[in-house]
Structure formats: structure tokens, C-alpha cells
């Protein structure tokens, strides 16, 4: 009977120390739940095996005003790259520059600066921190191809498809591009199309297509020395390089062009930097200064109203606007030229098209370290955005805007039928833009926005992306490629992840 016992109380123990340790092991996994497995990746219908990428500076992987190694390294389609070859994709070959200075060469002599590093309040040129470099990637020793990243830095729709753009002796005659040189290699006259079309890729990306077609005139203030392209020019463009692309059945995915006017390089600069004491202030509001022009402006109106078809309500609010006055304090706008007000030069030479900038107008960003300066060197009265206006290359006017804008959403709008037409993805970087320049756009653990050097997205030329915002980029276009293709990257758990690439390059980076 003892022996029963003993058995018996044995037994209880060990009940309860099983319940113990089940309800242990209960409280861990409450605390700790297991994550459910990742599926395995599947391609879908797509075939990875050979991708290339075509595009302007987005797809070369461009940053900080400058094409270097580490940037090449984190551009968008090398991170794809590195997802398609877990899903059969071969290798991916880039035509790396140099060195991580940024810049390039011709036969020694520099054509292009180094690239740009954050100097402590802003971005500046890297030599400014380091002291002067030499540039050692030059257009007389070019890699070899070929590449599957096809990614030329300045590239239009047009050039895509133009013979001849990667040909050293069209240079000096500005029918080339120096980045597109070092991809052509024994054939300099080869389209960039060509280039893509002999490597029989089977997958191919086009990343920001559109963006150069608009973006020069933005970035000029739309002073007409950089034509948005036109839509009949653009159109022909796009259908014979996705046509070139599909032709041999191909799959791809396709990004639009962003709305400019939410990138840093035009929200940065405000149009109201000028601080002012009071004697300057009256001095400029005076008879010798403004004071006269603002009393020609109203003299003008006021003989149009009487001997043309202007009304007294149109003359009214183009005085308004004209009236140039300064105040003692901070916050005062700069002066700009306007070529879209009225001309009344013809009334009095004196009074050109000029007014204060408002909060509707966009400033280019490298009119900040122009705002403020001396034409003439010593005479106070010879300042940039005060007593001299802005050209328009420093501004974007609103009618400029529209212009950018219009076109845009007309290219956008092509590019959106083609990828129907053809069954491509289409990843709409406007619309992501967007969200990051109003609420921020979630990546992983961060938020990413559109402010210069803090936001994390947009890299210090207030243009192109950080490597964190090109992979960023990446997840979104294997978004849309799992969208319209049946792969599943992003639910396998095949994407960049945020946290392995950097939104800012140390300038002695080697």
C-alpha cells in the first residue's frame, strides 16, 4: 500500500509539473507568438532569367548631384537585381564608375564635379570637406559591356532611341552624353534600345522615364534654355522603345514621372529670405529706388484703362501684384523678372516685368546661395533678389508650373496606355511621391518624407533619391511586378529591407 502511495503521489507530481510546464510554455508563446512561416517565392508568370533596365539618372542609381560606386551599388535596379535572383534571375552588371568621389574625366581634364556630402547645415561640394580629389573615372577607358543596367544620367525619352547618343566624337556638339558613352563600347552609334535588345533580356524595368523630358525646364525656371518635350516627340519615343522591348516578349514593369514641384529642390527655398533694418528697407520703398517704378506701374495701368479694352478690375490687380515694397524685419520676398505680366515697356522703358515673389512661386534650390549677393562686388546696391530681380532660370512661376504639370500628366497619361496595352506593370511614383511630400511614407521602422537632407527619402541635390528612397523605390516596384505578374516578392518576404541601406554617404567614403 506505501508502494501505491508513493507511486500515486509520484504520479501527481509529475501532473502538476507537466501543467506547470505547459502553462509556462503557454505564457511564452502568449508573450513570444511564433511567426507563421513565409510562403515559398514564386515568379508567376514572368521570366527573370535576363533583366535589364533602361532610364535616366534614377535607374543609374544617381545621388547627391553624382554617379559613384556605393550609389551604383543601391541604385533601384540593383536592388531588384538581388530579389529576381532568388526567383531565377541571372546576374545583374552595372558599369561602375571609378571611384566614390563622383565626376568624371576626359582625357584628365574634368567635366564633371565631384559629388555633393552634408556639410553640418546643408549640402555641400565634397572638396569643401575634404579638400580637392582627383576624378579617375574618364571617357578614355571606359568598362566593359554588356550592362544590364542601361541607367544614363540626363536622358530623355528621345535619346532612348537615338543613334549616335553614346558617341564620344558627337560630345563637344552636344549630340552625346558622357554617361551614355561608357555603355556603348565597339558599338558608339548603338541606340541605347540596341543596347538592351542584343543581351535578349527577358524582363526589363524603365524607371522614371519621363522624368528628364520635364525636369530640365523645371530645374532652369523654365527661362526656355531646356524645352519641356513635346507630347507628339514623346509619345513616338516610348511606343518604339517599349515596342523595341515587348517585341520578343518580354515582360516589365514601368514608373512614372512624379510631380515635380513636391521634390525638395523647389520647396526648399522660400520666397520671403530677405531681412531688412529700417533704413534699408526706406531706401528701397523711396522715390531713388522702387518708389518710382511702383508710381510708373500705376500711371501705365491707368493710360491702358483709358485707351485700350482693360478694365479698371484687371488694372487693379496687376498693380497689386507689381507693387514692390520692403518692411524692417525678416521675411521679406525677393524681387523676380516675370515675363508673364504685361509689357509695359513700350509705355516706359523703365518698367520692366518685375514683382515680389509669392508663396505660389518656386524658387530653384541653388538660388540660395545666390539670394543676397553683389553683382557688382562692394556696392551694396547691387543685390541679387533685392535691388536687382531674379532672372527666370532661379524661379518657377506659376504659369511655369502648369506648364510643367500639363505636361506631365499628359506623359503619365501615355505611359499608363502603354503598360495597359502591353500588359506591363506600372508603378505610379507620382502618387508615392505624394504621399511622401504631405504624411510621410512608411518603410519599415522609419517614415520617410520629401525635406532636403532630413526627410530621408531625396539625397542633398534635392532631386534624386538616398539609397534608403531608391530601396524604397525597389519594394515598390516589386509590388506592382507581384500585381501583375502572380509572383509573390513581397509576401515571401523577398524585398529590401530599410535598415541595410543609408540615407547619407560619408564624404571620405573611397
Not at 579638400?131 to 577607358?141: A, I
Request: hydrophobic fraction near 45%; include cysteine.
Amino acid at each position: 500500500m506505501k508502494k501505491l502511495k508513493y507511486i500515486t503521489l509520484s504520479l501527481l507530481t509529475l501532473g502538476l509539473l507537466a501543467c506547470e510546464n505547459e502553462l509556462v510554455e503557454d505564457l511564452r508563446e502568449r508573450n513570444n507568438p511564433t511567426e507563421e512561416p513565409l510562403p515559398e517565392l514564386t515568379s508567376g508568370t514572368a521570366d527573370f532569367s535576363n533583366y535589364v533596365a533602361l532610364g535616366p539618372s534614377f535607374t543609374a542609381g544617381f545621388t547627391d548631384g553624382g554617379l559613384f560606386i556605393a550609389a551604383q551599388e543601391n541604385s533601384f535596379p540593383n536592388t531588384i537585381s538581388k530579389q529576381l535572383a532568388n526567383a531565377g534571375g541571372g546576374v545583374f552588371t552595372q558599369p561602375l564608375m571609378s571611384d566614390n568621389f563622383g565626376g568624371l574625366a576626359l582625357g584628365g581634364n574634368r567635366i564633371a564635379d565631384p559629388r555633393l556630402v552634408f556639410g553640418g547645415a546643408g549640402p555641400v561640394p565634397l572638396e569643401a570637406v575634404i579638400g580637392p580629389v582627383t576624378v579617375t573615372t574618364d571617357l578614355t577607358s571606359n568598362p566593359s559591356g554588356p550592362f544590364n543596367n542601361l541607367g544614363v544620367p540626363g536622358a530623355k525619352s528621345f535619346h532612348m532611341v537615338a543613334p549616335g547618343y553614346g558617341n564620344l566624337a558627337n560630345l563637344q556638339l552636344g549630340l552625346a552624353n558622357p554617361y551614355a558613352v561608357r555603355l556603348t563600347g565597339n558599338t558608339p552609334d548603338a541606340t541605347l534600345l540596341e543596347l538592351a535588345l542584343a543581351q535578349s533580356p527577358t524582363f526589363f524595368t524603365l524607371g522614371v522615364i519621363g522624368g528628364n523630358d520635364v525636369l530640365g525646364y523645371a530645374t532652369s525656371g523654365g527661362d526656355g534654355s531646356n524645352p519641356i518635350t513635346d507630347s507628339a516627340t514623346f509619345d513616338a519615343a516610348m511606343g518604339a522603345l517599349i515596342g523595341g522591348l515587348t517585341s520578343t516578349g518580354a515582360k516589365g514593369a514601368i514608373g512614372n514621372t512624379p510631380n515635380l514641384s513636391n521634390l525638395p529642390y523647389f520647396t526648399t527655398v522660400p520666397h520671403n529670405p530677405i531681412p531688412l533694418d529700417a533704413a534699408t528697407a526706406g531706401f528701397l520703398n523711396s522715390a531713388s529706388a522702387y518708389g518710382a517704378y511702383n508710381a510708373g506701374i500705376v500711371q501705365a495701368f491707368a493710360f491702358l484703362v483709358a485707351n485700350t479694352p482693360m478694365t479698371q478690375e484687371m488694372a487693379d490687380a496687376e498693380i497689386a501684384k507689381r507693387t514692390i515694397t520692403f518692411a524692417a524685419g525678416e521675411g521679406n520676398p525677393v524681387v523676380i523678372f516675370d515675363e508673364f505680366l504685361t509689357d509695359l515697356t513700350a509705355l516706359n522703358p523703365a518698367l520692366v516685368s518685375m514683382r515680389q515673389a509669392t508663396a505660389d512661386d518656386l524658387l530653384v534650390l541653388p538660388a540660395a546661395s545666390f539670394i543676397g549677393t553683389e553683382a557688382v562686388e562692394g556696392n551694396p546696391q547691387t543685390v541679387n533678389g533685392v535691388a536687382i530681380p531674379l532672372a527666370d532660370n532661379w524661379v518657377l512661376t506659376p504659369e511655369e508650373q502648369l506648364e510643367v504639370a500639363t505636361a506631365t500628366a499628359a506623359h503619365n497619361a501615355t505611359l499608363a496606355a502603354l503598360a495597359n496595352a502591353n500588359g506591363l506593370a506600372l508603378v505610379d511614383l507620382n502618387a508615392i511621391l505624394d504621399e511622401a511630400a504631405t504624411t510621410g511614407i512608411v518603410f519599415d521602422d522609419f517614415n520617410l518624407n520629401a525635406d532636403l537632407v532630413f526627410g530621408g527619402l531625396v539625397s542633398l541635390d534635392g532631386i534624386h533619391l538616398t539609397a534608403r528612397g531608391y530601396a524604397l523605390m525597389a519594394n515598390k516596384y516589386l509590388e506592382k511586378i507581384d500585381e501583375t505578374y502572380g509572383s509573390n516578392f513581397i509576401a515571401s518576404g523577398n524585398v529590401a529591407k530599410a535598415n541595410d541601406f543609408p540615407t547619407n554617404y560619408s564624404a571620405t567614403l573611397q
